[in-house]
Each structure stands twice: as C-alpha cells, then as structure tokens.
C-alpha cells in the first residue's frame, strides 16, 4: 500500500518555466490538498479538492493551478515559474471521517 | 480566520528534559486538533489528534497534549526528551469539513 505518492522529489526551473507536480494516492480518499512548506512559515494551503471535479482555493493559490479528474490523481501546476515559489511541496490526502491527514514525502523545487 | 499558532520558534533542551510545546487555536466551534512530526528530510508524520472525549491525548514515542477549551490551547509535552526527538513540530487544526490548518511550526534541538 503506497500511500501518498509525489513525484519528482526534486525539481530546479528557469524563472518563465511551466511544469506540474503529480500526487497520486491509492486509499480511495476524496480529500486532498496541497501544501507549500518555507522556513518560519510552516505549511500553508495551496489549493484542496473534496471529490473529483471539485477543487477550491487554499491561503496562497496564486501562480498554481489544479485539477482533479479522478479520485487518485491531484496534479499541480506551476503556470509561469517565480523565484518566490521556490519551496518544499506537499501533497496530503483525508479518509472519509476526516481522522488523519496522509502526507506524500514533498517535492523540492528551486526556481533560478 | 481560523487560525493556529505556535509560541516557540526554536526549543533547545538536553536530553531527558522536560518538553512543553505551546499551541493555541482561534476556532470557535467544534474543533478537531493534531501534532504532527516532520524529521530532518522527511513528511510530516501524526503524533497525537483530539476530536472529543478526554481532554489528555495520548500519542506515539511518549508523547502527549491537553485540549484545555477555555484556553483555546492544545500544549504538547513529554516528560523525558531524547537526541531523537530534535525534529519539527507542528500543531494543526480543523473546524468539521474545512481543510487542515498549521501553525508555523517549533523547531526541537536536543543536545547530549
């Protein structure tokens, strides 16, 4: 059981620079989240999804896009990359009784 | 906005200290609140969670927290720190479907 699953773990981008960030998970969860995690600031939300075709804005979504087409799946994108979104990312998923947050193990990216 | 915080930036303690790691939260019905551990490099994993019941959460590796709702505190301690604890803590919280939030996290060095 895989559990929450982010890939690539590490990631370095031109400023201008497109790409996406996959978390998969295979526990049939329909909550999921991403977060982004910078030194002093703890982690904070990005954007959450509560069910396929369903998404919603986190504290900080500017710059990132999201989509959730299946339960499994929950991409991120990063339209134009910025040095400021240089961070540690984390995608999370919820059970059904909202009991426990399952993180994946972050992506590192570094925007130059 | 609901909100969490965290008191201390950074703990440094010699081993078999006591811990106390303060947390507050600004939510103003039914919260559900947590600990999570992030060790150097790795995801955050879950320590303890309160939902209900019994004020004094028990959690893993010796650790546990007191709800005390006329605080709007939720304090993590443990009775005797080891070099293993030095990790990152962060408290959490959720108020019914909305997503996990974080506080900024409290650094934990444990010297010998």
């Known amino acids: 059981n895989a559990g929450v699953t982010q890939t690539p773990k590490f990631q370095v981008l031109k400023t201008g620079q497109s790409m996406t960030l996959q978390c998969a998970q295979d526990?049939?969860?329909?909550?999921m989240s991403w977060y982004r995690q910078d030194p002093g600031m703890g982690l904070r939300l990005i954007h959450y999804?509560?069910?396929?075709?369903?998404?919603d804005q986190g504290e900080v979504p500017n710059g990132y896009n999201v989509s959730r087409s299946t339960t499994e799946d929950f991409p991120l994108r990063l339209l134009s990359a910025a040095p400021s979104q240089t961070s540690v990312y984390f995608c999370?998923?919820?059970?059904?009784?909202?009991?426990?947050?399952?993180f994946g193990q972050g992506t590192r990216l570094t925007v130059v | 906005a609901q909100s969490v915080s965290q008191h201390n930036h950074h703990v440094i303690l010699s081993e078999a200290a006591s811990l106390e790691l303060g947390c507050n939260y600004s939510?103003?019905?039914?919260?559900?609140l947590f600990w999570y551990v992030q060790y150097p490099g790795q995801h955050l994993q879950l320590l303890l969670k309160y939902f209900s019941g019994d004020p004094l959460v028990k959690g893993i590796k010796g650790f546990e927290a007191e709800f005390i709702k006329s605080k709007f505190s939720f304090n993590l301690r443990k009775p005797s720190v080891q070099w293993s604890d030095t990790a990152e803590y962060f408290c959490?919280?959720?108020?019914?479907?909305?997503?996990?939030?974080f506080g900024k996290g409290t650094r934990l060095s444990v010297i010998a």
């Open positions: 526990m049939n969860h329909e909550y």
């Open positions: 939510y103003g019905g039914t919260v559900n």
């Open positions: 999370a998923s919820q059970d059904p009784s909202f009991t426990e947050a399952f």
């Open positions: 999804s509560v069910g396929a075709g369903i998404t």
């Open positions: 959490a919280g959720r108020e019914g479907n909305t997503p996990l939030v």
